[in-house]
């Protein structure tokens, strides 16, 4: 493994990000140009970027699947792929820019000009990774394939043998482009992340299909109307049953969270005098941290500020919440990210106690996992 590419699970996360809950999820706050930005400063600086792209499947499989949503809040980046998470944002105030899809992602990197990005295809149907691989050959853009492997449909040890992670190292590439299924390539991701000397790394199911030609991607105008879902379908006609379950945990999810959720925003939002007026105490006990008043992205680098090495270390990090009367979406977010570093040293994140208005909150944000059981419901919680 390159020593100089440390994805170790204890490597804290960059929690000077601009990252916000969005039912659960961590996203980003980036617009296509930053993220292409971000993507190219990690192959330059040889930097992990282990980066998810969740869309509405990703937002509805995350709400049971755990260790699904796990591999999205350890990620390096995650964007917004799907026009009803830009929507939804939109709707609850959260500021993403734009929709960015991993499939533009990889448009833009294709455009000629400059030092090309190495890639390698993991995955896809049979043949798919190959063609796509000599379609950039043809092309002489700003993507050149240095690799590819069509694994088949095993388990994700199946895929994780010395003799493919070796040959995905020894290529050189830049960007991994894993297409093995939403589920099962950020699982294979997150078990092969610390062997892998590859900079930036993401599951991209769809990309291998685009770029070798066997399915066409929808026109502009589709993408930006949300209606890219109707294409796939006529591309793709199975996927049709995929896209009727989402639509349908999307209207559930709407109705039981989405709306609650931005009117017990609107009916706690604090004047900026109350967000002046917040502070954060560290305790000089156990590692943790108290909290009082109104917290939101405005005055979040107060909380990042407490978030030292000393802090950081040791064992389980308790964070008293009782006293705190409002948390948005940034907030949240860098609770995902606490959670997430945490986690990866098999340490907890306890939040409590916690006021009722922080409880529901969690709960209608989708992070009510983030609480203590004997707090996990806005019922039990305090105030």
Not at 51 to 80: G, H, M
Not at 86 to 103: K, T, Y
Not at 343 to 367: D, H, T
């Amino acid at each position: 493994m390159n020593p100089s590419l440390p994805w170790r699970a204890g490597t804290a996360p960059d929690f000077e990000r601009d990252v916000h809950c969005l039912l659960g999820l961590p996203v980003d706050a980036v617009d296509m140009a930053g993220a292409e930005a971000a993507v190219r400063r990690a192959i330059g600086q040889g930097k992990p970027c282990f980066l998810s792209t969740p869309n509405l499947n990703f937002l509805v499989a995350c709400q049971e699947d755990a260790d699904f949503r796990r591999s999205v809040i350890d990620s390096d980046l995650s964007v917004a792929d799907g026009m009803p998470l830009v929507w939804m944002a939109r709707f609850l105030g959260i500021p993403l820019p734009e929709r960015v899809a991993g499939s533009g992602l990889v448009e833009r990197l294709r455009r000629p000009g400059g030092e090309p990005v190495k890639v390698y295809f993991f995955g896809g149907p049979d043949g798919a990774a190959e063609a796509a691989g000599r379609a950039l050959e043809q092309e002489k853009g700003g993507l050149l394939c240095v690799g590819f492997a069509s694994p088949g449909f095993g388990n994700v040890q199946d895929m994780s043998t010395p003799a493919l992670i070796d040959a995905i190292n020894a290529s050189g590439a830049d960007f991994l482009v894993v297409a093995l299924g939403a589920r099962k390539g950020q699982a294979w991701i997150q078990h092969n992340r610390a062997r892998l000397a590859v900079p930036v790394v993401s599951h991209l199911g769809a990309v291998v299909n685009f770029v070798a030609g066997t399915v066409r991607r929808a026109p502009a105008w589709m993408q930006a109307a949300g209606l890219e879902w109707l294409w796939r379908i006529r591309e793709e006609p199975a996927l049709w049953r995929r896209y009727w379950q989402d639509g349908e945990a999307l209207a559930r999810l709407f109705l039981t969270r989405v709306l609650p959720w931005a009117w017990w925003q609107r009916r706690y939002r604090p004047a900026p005098a109350a967000l002046a007026a917040a502070a954060v105490e560290v305790d000089a006990g156990r590692p943790g941290l108290r909290l009082r008043g109104a917290w939101s992205r405005d005055n979040l680098a107060r909380l990042r500020a407490c978030l030292t090495p000393d802090i950081l270390a040791g064992g389980d990090l308790d964070l008293d919440m009782e006293d705190v009367t409002y948390v948005d979406s940034a907030v949240i977010g860098l609770l995902l990210l606490l959670h997430g570093y945490l986690g990866r040293q098999e340490r907890r994140l306890v939040i409590a106690p916690v006021s009722r208005p922080v409880g529901r909150f969690l709960e209608y944000g989708g992070a009510g996992f983030l609480l203590c059981p004997s707090t996990g419901s806005p019922s039990s919680s305090r105030r």
